[in-house]
């Protein structure tokens, strides 16, 4: 089987799936921690080298103060946990905002945990205009664009997984996404189970990649 070498995780529809409980929307969050890790571990398991997971973005922030506080903390949790696995792990946001949660400034370079050997990548108050704003610059100077954005130490996605339904990217690391195949879910995010990730892998390994050409 040809296997991804880089995922990219959209894990949508807590809210929903919280609804659906008859839980209020910010309840959602806390249970998608354990779909995190066993995801990370099956990666593991088939040899992926990277892993990407959107956490939240500049705009979900816009959202009811219970649920801005609720995903925050669990993205705070989910890095946490995945600090005491053996990976490489990089925290990407805009760190200078005050949305930001401060307990991740230290993952904001990459960290090696362990023996490492998986890159993860963890999207945390992240923007798509944010990651872009320096590309004048970049064309200005007639420099690489990949070198010249806030997130150059991600690498190109091949496959990109969304739970929850949803036919969109929203803003999900637009230059890496470039010639991601991209695989939808309609279970929430927190009823994952594994048979997910093994089907997304099968369908992707049959997949015409010509990466344009």
Request: charged share 30%; net charge positive.
């Amino acid at each position: 089987m040809r296997t991804p070498k880089h995922i990219g995780i959209i894990p949508d529809g807590n809210r929903r799936w919280a609804e659906e409980k008859r839980m209020t929307k910010e309840k959602g969050y806390e249970n998608g921690l354990d779909p995190g890790l066993v995801l990370f571990k099956l990666c593991k398991e088939v040899g992926i080298k990277e892993v990407t997971y959107y956490g939240f973005t500049t705009d979900n922030v816009k959202r009811p103060v219970k649920q801005r506080e609720a995903f925050t903390k669990a993205c705070v949790n989910a890095v946490n946990i995945l600090s005491k696995e053996e990976a490489e792990l990089l925290v990407v946001g805009d760190f200078e905002s005050p949305m930001f949660p401060k307990e991740l400034n230290k993952y904001t370079t990459r960290q090696t945990f362990g023996n490492g050997g998986i890159k993860v990548n963890f999207l945390v108050n992240y923007g798509w205009e944010w990651d872009l704003n320096n590309l004048k610059l970049a064309d200005s100077a007639k420099k690489n664009i990949t070198s010249n954005i806030k997130s150059f130490d991600v690498s190109r996605i091949d496959l990109i997984i969304r739970w929850g339904g949803r036919r969109r990217l929203s803003g999900f690391l637009p230059v890496q996404s470039i010639y991601s195949d991209f695989y939808v879910l309609d279970d929430f995010w927190p009823d994952f189970n594994p048979e997910h990730f093994y089907n997304a892998l099968k369908w992707y390994n049959d997949q015409d990649v010509t990466l344009g050409g």
